[in-house]
């Protein structure tokens, strides 16, 4: 499923625990057996494609082990087409866009995983790397250590730029890896999420996985769906919520991993690890999962989707602001 910008926000949620298995109650859906035709559909679509882990912790000692042996690689090399005519007019890579409250999408991931104990971190760079690298410098501003993976001569995709970084030791082979892209921003996430996907992944390995996939539960579509039998249309649904599994732009991999890499990516051509990665890692059982609610996760790749992080910005600097007026 094409990943598509998630749809309103919400600050509901299960506080503290893994979300292992996202709730359909989340997304205005019906108990099975209840309402319409396709909302009976999609819920058992959901309940046939989307069978979740249980929920797992991390200890606090062994979130900080995993995260003393990780780098956080961030995919900022893109030419973001859809936002050119802004980033152009300020001559910036989008994820280095200042956003209202002045800050960037890559300072607000980074920010995500220093709170949780994470301090290497390393730019997968490209299309106008330079003002990737004056918006943040080497990371001593945020406290933490950046480094810079730059891309050959051409753009090589998340794949070859990965294998870049461990060819030029960007991104050592003994370390886990997790690659977040920017853009995916992760927000009123209730609890660490952070903490909540190494859980997850650490759980997968002792199932022999060597990689897990952050998921949202499905997405709402931008258009109107409708039920037809017969030619005849028996039911309407404005942007029905579809509930198929839909990467989030976020992944962690064991070090394992790595001779795929170096097995299925080149530097001569422009290639996602989605898209030749994980249909390996599937047919060996090997790519594991973790669900997130689709409200936690917006993704930034359109006008329409930056004023949503835009709005999204103004309402916490206002509960930041209405928490500090409290007794």
Same mark, same amino acid.
């Given at each position: 499923?094409?990943?598509?910008?998630?749809?309103?926000?919400?600050?509901?949620?299960?506080?503290?625990?893994?979300?292992?298995?996202?709730?359909?109650?989340?997304?205005?859906?019906?108990?099975?057996?209840?309402?319409?035709?396709?909302?009976?559909?999609?819920?058992?679509?959901?309940?046939?494609?989307?069978?979740?882990?249980?929920?797992?912790?991390?200890?606090?000692?062994?979130?900080?082990?995993?995260?003393?042996?990780?780098?956080?690689?961030?995919?900022?090399?893109?030419?973001?087409?859809?936002?050119?005519?802004?980033?152009?007019?300020?001559?910036?890579?989008?994820?280095?866009?200042?956003?209202?409250?002045?800050?960037?999408?890559?300072?607000?991931?980074?920010?995500?995983?220093?709170?949780?104990?994470?301090?290497?971190?390393?730019?997968?760079?490209?299309?106008?790397?330079?003002?990737?690298?004056? %918006? $943040?410098?080497? +990371? &001593?501003s945020l406290g933490v =250590?950046?480094?810079?993976? !730059?891309? /050959?001569?051409?753009?090589?995709? *998340?794949?070859?730029?990965?294998?870049? %970084? $461990?060819?030029? +030791? &960007?991104?050592?082979?003994? =370390?886990?890896?997790?690659? !977040?892209? /920017?853009?995916?921003?992760?927000? *009123?996430?209730?609890?660490?999420?952070? %903490?909540?996907?190494?859980? &997850?992944?650490?759980?997968?390995?002792?199932?022999?996985?060597?990689?897990?996939?952050?998921?949202?539960?499905?997405?709402?579509?931008?258009?109107?769906?409708?039920?037809?039998?017969?030619?005849?249309?028996?039911?309407?649904?404005?942007?029905?919520?579809?509930?198929?599994?839909?990467?989030?732009?976020?992944?962690l991999f064991s070090p394992?991993?790595?001779?795929?890499?170096?097995?299925?990516?080149?530097?001569?051509?422009?290639?996602?690890?989605?898209?030749?990665?994980?249909?390996?890692?599937?047919?060996?059982?090997?790519?594991?999962?973790?669900?997130?609610?689709?409200?936690?996760?917006?993704?930034?790749?359109?006008?329409?989707?930056?004023?949503?992080?835009?709005?999204?910005?103004?309402?916490?600097?206002?509960?930041?602001?209405?928490?500090?007026?409290?007794?």
């Open positions: 499923m094409t990943r598509q910008s998630a749809g309103a926000w919400d600050n509901r949620g299960e506080s503290g625990a893994v979300r292992g298995r996202a709730r359909q109650t989340a997304h205005g859906g019906r108990e099975a057996g209840e309402g319409p035709v396709l909302e009976r559909a999609l819920d058992d679509l959901r309940a046939a494609i989307c069978d979740t882990s249980e929920t797992v912790h991390v200890a606090a000692p062994d979130l900080q082990r995993f995260a003393a042996n990780c780098v956080v690689a961030l995919p900022v090399g893109g030419q973001g087409s859809r936002l050119q005519a802004i980033t152009e007019r300020f001559g910036v890579q989008k994820n280095a866009l200042r956003l209202p409250d002045g800050d960037t999408m890559l300072a607000r991931t980074i920010r995500m995983y220093r709170d949780a104990g994470f301090r290497e971190f390393v730019a997968l760079v490209y299309h106008l790397a330079d003002s990737v690298v004056q %918006a $943040l410098g080497d +990371g &001593a =250590r950046l480094s810079y993976s !730059h891309d /050959p001569a051409i753009p090589v995709g *998340r794949g070859g730029a990965i294998r870049n %970084a $461990l060819d030029n +030791g &960007a991104i050592p082979s003994d =370390r886990y890896l997790i690659v !977040h892209n /920017p853009d995916d921003v992760i927000a *009123r996430y209730p609890g660490s999420f952070p %903490a909540d996907i190494v859980a &997850a992944h650490l759980a997968g390995e002792q199932r022999g996985m060597v990689a897990t996939a952050v998921m949202v539960d499905g997405a709402r579509v931008p258009y109107t769906g409708m039920r037809i039998s017969g030619g005849v249309v028996e039911e309407v649904s404005p942007y029905p919520f579809v509930p198929v599994p839909a990467h989030t732009g976020v992944t394992a991993v790595y001779a795929y890499f170096r097995a299925l990516f080149d530097l001569t051509r422009k290639v996602d690890f989605e898209g030749v990665l994980f249909p390996q890692l599937s047919a060996e059982r090997k790519l594991f999962a973790f669900v997130i609610p689709s409200q936690y996760w917006l993704q930034v790749n359109d006008p329409k989707s930056l004023d949503k992080l835009a709005e999204l910005i103004r309402e916490e600097q206002e509960l930041s602001s209405s928490s500090d007026e409290l007794p």
